[in-house]
């Protein structure tokens, strides 16, 4: 296994305080439709593993339920729409992107969105701004939540179907795993990060899965979410740590796309957005 889980005790190597909670959200508003802009992919290399044992994270509050995010000007949101189309991002990720501006989500924080089905990963700036997108390697097994007390278990204890990714939405963290390595947490109980691929394992082959124009091998990690190696350190860290230093504990906001449930199951506000339509 590419990566190790810690034991209980010593799951607490570089544990901030506060819990970690997958919040669904729910507005009653009309979603007000504003972005920022974004850069193209920052490369494609790299080398990384599957789950890693992750210090606790913290509850951020929810966005009112009649929350408008502050003008981002009309200039940028234009670019940022446009900029978005271009990287082929899904419906449903302009979607997200777009009321979580509008709504101020994130509280100005750097943020992701995952889109499991297409194996993408998009990083977004404070501001708003699309800075970055690249392939992610994702769990080996298709589903939206994780096993209650996975994260304590030992690697060979977890079993093939229950190597998910969770869906929803996770405030995130900087932290270390068990080597040492700087990784963002993304949901501690379940025990799941964002990190550097580190290609260990020859036979799972994640360098060529990460290069590999189809989204169908991108499932291959015990729920972690591997990204290269350049785009981790160029575009994921130096992010998530400026607004670390800035703010505390809180790094940013990890949002993760279903794949087996409707995203209004996840994401409350398209509930209330489809009853007020």
């Known amino acids: 296994m590419e990566e190790t889980m810690l034991t209980t005790s010593h799951r607490f190597f570089g544990r901030p305080s506060g819990r970690l909670l997958c919040i669904r959200l729910a507005i009653a508003t009309l979603m007000v439709v504003t972005m920022g802009s974004m850069a193209d992919p920052v490369g494609a290399g790299g080398a990384g593993?599957?789950?890693?044992?992750?210090?606790?994270?913290?509850?951020?509050?929810?966005?009112?339920?009649?929350?408008?995010?502050e003008?981002?000007?009309?200039?940028?949101?234009?670019?940022?729409?446009?900029?978005?189309?271009?990287?082929?991002?899904?419906?449903?990720?302009?979607?997200?992107?777009?009321?979580?501006?509008?709504?101020?989500?994130?509280?100005?924080?750097?943020?992701?969105?995952?889109?499991k089905q297409n194996a993408r990963l998009f990083m977004f700036s404070p501001d708003g701004r699309l800075v970055g997108n690249t392939a992610a390697l994702l769990g080996a097994a298709r589903g939206d939540d994780s096993v209650p007390g996975i994260g304590e278990r030992p690697l060979h204890a977890v079993l093939p179907h229950e190597r998910t990714t969770p869906a929803g939405r996770f405030v995130a963290e900087l932290g270390r795993n068990s080597?040492?390595?700087?990784?963002?947490?993304?949901?501690?109980?379940?025990?799941?990060s964002l990190h550097r691929v580190r290609a260990t394992v020859a036979s799972e082959r994640?360098?060529?899965?990460?290069?590999?124009?189809?989204?169908?091998?991108?499932?291959?990690?015990?729920?972690c979410i591997n990204v290269p190696r350049r785009f981790y350190e160029q575009v994921v860290s130096p992010a998530f740590s400026r607004a670390a230093q800035a703010?505390?504990?809180?790094?940013?906001?990890?949002?993760?796309?279903p794949e087996?449930?409707?995203?209004?199951?996840?994401?409350?506000?398209?509930?209330?957005a489809a009853l007020l339509s």
Request: net charge neutral.
């Open 49 to 69: 593993g599957g789950r890693a044992v992750t210090p606790r994270g913290v509850q951020a509050p929810l966005a009112s339920a009649v929350a408008v995010a």
């Open 71 to 115: 003008p981002l000007g009309g200039s940028s949101s234009r670019v940022a729409l446009s900029q978005l189309a271009l990287s082929h991002a899904s419906a449903d990720v302009q979607q997200l992107a777009d009321w979580v501006l509008a709504a101020n989500d994130h509280q100005h924080l750097p943020f992701v969105i995952l889109d």
């Open 179 to 192: 080597n040492g390595e700087d990784i963002v947490w993304v949901d501690y109980d379940a025990a799941v």
């Open 206 to 223: 994640r360098l060529q899965r990460l290069a590999s124009p189809s989204a169908r091998d991108n499932r291959i990690s015990y729920g």
């Open 247 to 257: 703010g505390g504990q809180r790094a940013g906001v990890v949002y993760v796309l």
């Open 260 to 272: 087996t449930q409707p995203m209004k199951a996840v994401f409350g506000y398209l509930k209330a």
